[in-house]
């Protein structure tokens, strides 16, 4: 089976990225609920912490390359208008999409909201990881600061999750080939 280089960056945009970044969330907060636990040692708050430093810069990173990969490779190749007189239009998403109803409200719906609510994640991912890095050990002893981390978290995942969700939709209703 062999990938068109459309396909393999979309690969790389959805799945590779996707599948980090929840991987990578998943010990972000697992990390953040066990930080606060009576049952760690010094030594197990320090290293807690500096894993808690690592996976939400790695959050932040997978967020930004996601977004920035569908923003300026894939997207292009989305809205790519067909050439005058062209009536297969299954090589141009956007218009496969808007030429066909009943399909059109996954562009004007799903495709117009996912391209603004993706750049969300990145955004609150690289809060966290910033209030992480600042304040690192203090997390522990203040319940504000731990659960402003967890909730900035949240809402970065459910944001890339709503892009995620819409992407994998559209792509299945109108793959970029």
């Known amino acids: 089976m062999m990938f068109t280089i459309r396909e393999a960056w979309t690969a790389v945009h959805g799945t590779m990225m996707g599948f980090g970044f929840i991987m990578f ?22 290293r ?3 894993l808690l430093k690592t996976a939400t810069a790695i959050v932040a990173v997978l967020s930004w ?30 218009s496969f999409l808007l030429a066909n109803a009943g399909k059109e409200a996954w562009h004007t719906f799903g495709m117009e909201w996912k391209e603004h609510v993706a ?8 809060a966290a990881a ?28 459910a944001a890339a999750a709503v892009a ?5 939709f559209i792509t299945k209703t109108a793959p970029v080939i």
Request: no cysteine; proline share 5%.
């Open 25 to 46: 969330y998943t010990g972000t907060l697992a990390l953040l609920f066990t930080l606060r636990s009576r049952l760690l040692t010094p030594e197990g708050v320090q």
């Open 48 to 50: 807690n912490v500096a």
């Open 65 to 94: 390359v996601a977004v920035f990969i569908g923003t300026y490779v894939s997207y292009p190749w989305y809205r790519a208008a067909p050439p005058a007189g062209t009536t297969e239009l299954t090589m141009y998403a956007r």
């Open 119 to 126: 750049w969300i994640s990145p955004i609150l991912a690289t």
């Open 130 to 157: 910033a209030v992480v890095w600042r304040y690192g050990r203090g997390l522990k002893d203040s319940l504000v600061l731990n659960w402003t981390v967890v909730v900035t978290t949240l809402v970065s995942f």
């Open 164 to 168: 995620g969700v819409l992407g994998a």
